[in-house]
């Protein structure tokens, strides 16, 4: 019988054919020595993404209702690790991400989630600044009361028996949001500044300006409150950011905007 992977790396893909390549090979090159493995979730992708995914060794689970959250539910549903860690497909890990997330795992058996932050790669100046400026206060509150009170979708680890499933009448922003809070019900969630992801900078396309006080405080923190308040979709997701490359966001903005 298959030994179980101690990690499952679930992607939620809609058309990233021109990224997912850089994000699997970052992950076969991981010094991690355990069993992982890597699940794609196709999200109706239209382009290569699914065949890219197969020849890189992962595997391709479908999810035909357009959404992040649903997809990164169909992705968890289907793994078989211990460990749960989500990312995207437009971001990469160093050679040490999955070993040092083990490692904080190992030292408390009371920890049930490890998250971090993320750095961009490319994209406008004051990007690399803002990521910074973000995580940077979100460490200082964990360091003055041990909260882990935000992280990356694209930086964050759980004990799949800890996992009480995504809230999928949530958007964008609202997955990580109340996957943090779900968590922290059920153990102890490390906040570990030193170990981000780096992740595709075109989130930062509409400037800084609509990314501190349109994106941030709108589409995740209220959008995100509003809708866990009513149990429903009230408030719908972000506009669509990407151009050619394709986007969650742009599936949700065609076929997802109503509540359920």
Known sequence: MPERPRFTVVIPCFNEAGYLTDALLS???????????????????TDETADIARDLGARVVAEPTPGVCDARQRGTEAARGEIIVSTDADTVHSRDWLSRIDARFRSDGRVVAVVGPCRYDDGPRWGPIYSR????????????????????????????????????????????????????????????????????????????????????????????????????????????????????????????????
């Open 27 to 45: 992950l076969q090159k991981q010094d991690f020595d355990g069993v992982c493995e890597v699940i794609v979730v196709d999200n109706n992708c």
């Open 133 to 260: 400026m973000l995580f940077g206060a979100v460490n200082g509150v964990y360091r003055l009361t041990g909260r882990a009170v935000y992280a990356s979708a694209t930086n964050i680890a759980f004990r799949r028996e800890a996992w009480t499933g995504y809230d999928t009448s949530l958007t964008q922003g609202g997955d990580e949001l109340d996957q943090l809070r779900r968590l922290r019900q059920k153990g102890r969630v490390v906040y570990d500044h030193d170990n981000p992801t780096r992740t595709s900078g075109r989130r930062l396309s509409r400037g800084i300006a609509y990314n501190v006080f349109v994106t941030l405080p709108v589409h995740y923190l209220l959008t995100y409150a509003v809708n866990r308040i009513a149990k429903r979709r009230v408030l719908g997701s972000a506009p669509a950011f990407r151009d050619h490359a394709g986007s969650f966001e742009v599936a949700v903005a065609a076929g997802r905007q109503e509540a359920r």
